[in-house]
Structures are given as C-alpha cells and as structure tokens.
C-alpha cells in the first residue's frame, strides 16, 4: 500500500520561501504510471491544485501562482518536494501531497496533509 | 481556467436517505472527472474517478454519472460514516476542484 508523508516547517515568515518534502513508501516514485502532485486547502476553505511532477523532472503549475511554486524529484530518496517563494498570509494552508494517475487522472492516494502558517 | 460549480452548497439529510450532488464544469471535460469525499481534519479520499468509475475499496451505495459539463454523484442509502465535504474535481486541462458539498445530520 502506498503511503506518502509530508514533512517541513510548520510556520513560515512574511517574504521568505516556504519549503515542504512528501516521502512515498511502499510503491516507486520512478513509476511510469503515476504523477505526483501538490495541493493545498486554506483554513476552512476549498482545495487548490499547485502543481505537479513526473519521474523524469517534468512539471506542470497552476498559473494562479504566478510562478511562486517550484516542484522537485529526488527519485534516489523516492520523494519529491515544494517550494513557494515570496509568501504572504494569503499562503496559510494544509498541505497536501497525492499521487496522480495516468489513467483517470485523479488523485488517489494523498499525505494527511501538513499545516503551514505564514506569520511573523 | 476551467471552473467548476456544485449544488447544493450544503444538505441535510438522514440515514438512509439517496442523497444527489451536482457539479458543473464551465466547459466540456468529457468524462475527466472525479469525486472525493473529506472529514473534518482528513485528507480528501478518493470515490470515484473517470465521472463513474468506483475507486476500489469504496462501497457501491456511491456512484458516479454525466459526460461533458454535467455530472453527479449519487449515495443511494446515506450511511453514518458519509456525513461529509464532498468536491468535485476536473482532469481535463489543469485540475481544479469545485466548492464542495456539505452533507450533514438532518
């Protein structure tokens, strides 16, 4: 059964760059059949899609980010990772990191998700 | 961007009521869509992929149905256990989910 678990800092300062790494275990990150992705829900709000990586480096980005968000592979460490620039209070969120599939698409496996706070 | 809308915003209802929630896609998706069910304090879970497809594992009072702009997920006999957020979420261009749907304890 594939588990992912997100790990990082759980407050962040105004301006600076939020940092977060998703570890996957019992299933290879290098598997050409899945993509694996970010998604954040602020406090009692709706689910935001960030982005999303395939093995091989390639990416794709929600552009409501406005190229704050950068999306890494580490296929040695079978994790991946995300980095947001620039945060403000408007960033304040639980993340989330899931496994997509190639087939339908969705998210099927998700992290329990981690909390970040942007405050000084 | 393609946005999603959902109705109802929120429902009350009782076990075993068939519950109906509708999402909306502002352009056609074909059949590009999933549904997720979410507790308070969990991760989203995946119900159902490709608009009516049952992600395995999920029992069968859950099912999916529509193609193009129009689709909904049906809980034929409401148990305990699906008093919850449901989102729908789009996988035809760059995902994006809709507002969610409140269930609760009418």
């Known amino acids: 059964q594939v588990q992912l678990q997100e790990s990082g800092p759980g407050l962040v300062k105004p301006s600076e760059t939020l940092s977060l790494a998703c570890n996957v275990s019992?299933?290879?990150?290098?598997?050409?059949?899945?993509?694996w992705g970010w998604i954040r829900q602020p406090p009692g709000k709706g689910l935001e899609w960030i982005g999303t990586?395939?093995?091989?480096?390639?990416?794709s980005y929600n552009p409501s980010l406005k190229s704050r968000a950068t999306i890494s592979v580490d296929t040695s460490k079978n994790q991946f990772s995300l980095k947001v620039s620039s945060v403000t209070a408007a960033d304040t969120a639980v993340y989330y990191c899931a496994r997509r599939g190639t087939g339908g698409r969705s998210f099927d496996y998700w992290g329990q998700g981690i909390l970040v706070t942007v405050s000084s | 961007d393609i946005q999603m809308t959902q109705s109802p915003s929120s429902v009350s209802a009782s076990v075993g009521d068939r519950v109906t929630i509708t999402c909306r896609a502002s352009q056609g998706i074909s059949s590009w869509l999933a549904w997720y069910q979410q507790k308070p304090g969990k991760a989203p879970k995946l119900l159902i992929y490709a608009a009516s497809s049952l992600q395995s594992g999920v029992p069968s009072r859950f099912s999916g149905s529509g193609s193009g702009t129009d689709f909904t997920l049906t809980i034929s006999s409401l148990q305990p256990e699906d008093f919850a957020t449901y989102y729908c979420q789009q996988a035809n261009s760059i995902p994006t989910f809709g507002p969610g749907t409140k269930v609760d304890i009418k």
């Open positions: 990586i395939y093995y091989s480096g390639s990416t």
């Open positions: 019992g299933g290879s990150i290098s598997s050409s059949t899945y993509y």
